[in-house]
């Protein structure tokens, strides 16, 4: 077919004339341009992919654990959230390189599975306190206060806000035990030990028992520094109250624990004395009852005391609280 003049004096002579399929050509290397585009989005992409998967599995997690399968629950609360929490920051971090050098932009696609992380990452400070498959089944023990005259319970009861050790799987029913005259622990600027009103008095055994486990010789911890992370019972006795059953009594003082290992015991028996060992601000007593001989891996169990006097009244059976008002109670006598 012959081109017409006047399209011929427009092409100019030596230029090469329209083809039919140069317009073809263009549009598949479009075509493959995009398809090579939409793989490298989909490449970049794949990190979304462990999203769901990481949401289910801390679901899954937070199931058994409310299941309360016992020791099993301990390990999950220790190296459960902590893992999930890992993998969704690496994912994240995973995922920022490729969309960065992809050069993505943003959709809110990409944005719902970042922000989905990062919930993820934040859920270990959701965790509060510690689902213990005793905490529906409290010891049968009669227990006595530890100490004679008024005590202030700085820290105990059935949740976070009374009591911060209710994250700790073994410490989850504990009490912190603190002597105070006129709302005030210690005499003066209490710069010493011996001007915390606390400080060396004597320790009783809340119930009969055997002891099982004696640990003496770590001195006080300096006022002002927490210490003893490594030992953070510090000097301790471990009593064998009832089956499956151990009463530790924490942070006494170095040399005054007055029984062995294997030794009986009755209540109200003088174990040993107030001191500041191991993890501990100032002098106090630390007690807990867990299902474990281990003080650092066991279940925590609701230990109620008998026969205590709370603002002029005698409880029978009950649990003093701390907290922001902490309850200062006397045993009664019986």
């Known amino acids: 077919m012959s081109i017409p003049e006047s399209k011929r004096e427009l092409a100019g002579p030596g230029r090469p004339q329209p083809d039919s399929t140069d317009g073809v050509r263009a549009s598949h290397a479009s075509d493959r341009s995009h398809g090579t585009d939409g793989a490298h989005q989909h490449a970049a992409d794949r990190w979304l992919r462990a999203v769901p998967c990481l ?62 992380l990062a919930a993820i990452s934040a859920m270990p400070l959701t965790y509060g306190t510690y689902p213990s498959s005793r905490d529906r089944l409290p010891s049968q023990v009669r227990f006595r206060l530890p100490l004679d005259g008024p005590v202030t319970v700085r820290w105990g009861g ?35 030990l011996t001007d915390y009103h606390a400080y060396g008095l004597p320790v009783l055994a809340p119930s009969a028992g055997a002891v099982r486990i004696v640990s003496d010789g770590a001195p006080d911890t300096p006022l002002g520094s927490r210490g003893g992370w490594r030992n953070a019972c510090g000097n301790h006795v471990a009593i064998d109250v009832a089956p499956g059953e151990y009463l ?4 006494l003082q170095a040399g005054s624990i007055r029984v062995g290992p294997g030794d009986p015991v009755i209540a109200g028996q003088q174990i040993g004395r107030v001191g500041n060992s191991g993890r501990s601000t100032e002098p106090h007593l630390h007690v807990h009852l867990q299902t474990t001989l281990d003080v650092e891996f066991g279940e925590g169990i609701p230990l109620f005391f008998h026969g205590y006097r709370h603002e002029g009244h005698l409880v029978e059976r009950g649990m003093p609280t701390g907290g922001r008002s902490p309850q200062t109670v006397e045993h009664g006598g019986s």
């Open 55 to 116: 949401a289910l599995l801390h679901a899954l997690l937070l199931f058994v654990l409310y299941r309360r399968p016992g020791l099993p629950a301990v390990v999950l609360w220790h190296i459960g959230p902590a893992a999930l929490t890992i993998a969704a920051v690496l994912v994240m971090v995973y995922g920022l390189r490729r969309s960065t050098r992809a050069r993505l932009t943003w959709t809110a696609r990409r944005a719902a599975g970042f922000a989905s």
């Open 158 to 192: 059935p949740t976070r806000a009374v009591n911060y050790h209710a994250f700790a799987p073994p410490e989850r029913w504990a009490y912190d035990l603190f002597v105070t005259q006129g709302q005030r622990s210690a005499r003066g600027e209490g710069k010493q």
């Open 248 to 251: 530790f009594l924490c942070h």
